[in-house]
């Protein structure tokens, strides 16, 4: 299992702060237990969701053909740099794609 990243840290702080807010204002409004836990549950699950979509997505990387017409994409997240640089090499290798064997 890896480590949480800063950007997850900080989000998964902030959803327990919030679920925290939220359950108690909701057990000084006479509110179930049953009601409260859930939705103290559903925040944290929405908040660490968030937090690790977010991080997924400023850490993707796209290459595409540069060949036009082509529609070879290639997405890369979490890889070392080697494997980032095959991929690399072959999204931008035109001659290896089926649009070119056709």
């Known amino acids: 299992m890896r480590k949480p990243t800063t950007v997850e840290a900080a989000t998964g702080l902030v959803a327990a702060l919030w679920a925290v807010?939220?359950?108690h204002d909701l057990s000084e409004h006479d509110v179930s237990a049953l009601v409260t836990i859930s939705v103290v549950l559903?925040?944290?699950?929405?908040?660490?969701?968030?937090?690790?979509?977010?991080?997924?997505?400023?850490?993707?990387?796209?290459?595409?053909?540069?060949?036009?017409?082509?529609?070879v994409e290639i997405r890369s997240t979490n890889h070392p740099s080697e494997r980032v640089a095959r991929l690399r090499d072959l999204a931008t290798d035109h001659t290896n794609h089926?649009?070119?064997r056709s």
Not at 45 to 68: I, K, M
Request: hydrophobic content about 30%; overall charge neutral; proline content about 8%.
């Open 98 to 100: 089926p649009s070119a």
């Open 21 to 23: 807010y939220i359950g």
């Open 42 to 71: 559903v925040l944290l699950h929405t908040g660490l969701t968030l937090g690790s979509r977010f991080q997924q997505a400023t850490h993707t990387q796209l290459f595409t053909c540069p060949e036009p017409g082509c529609s």
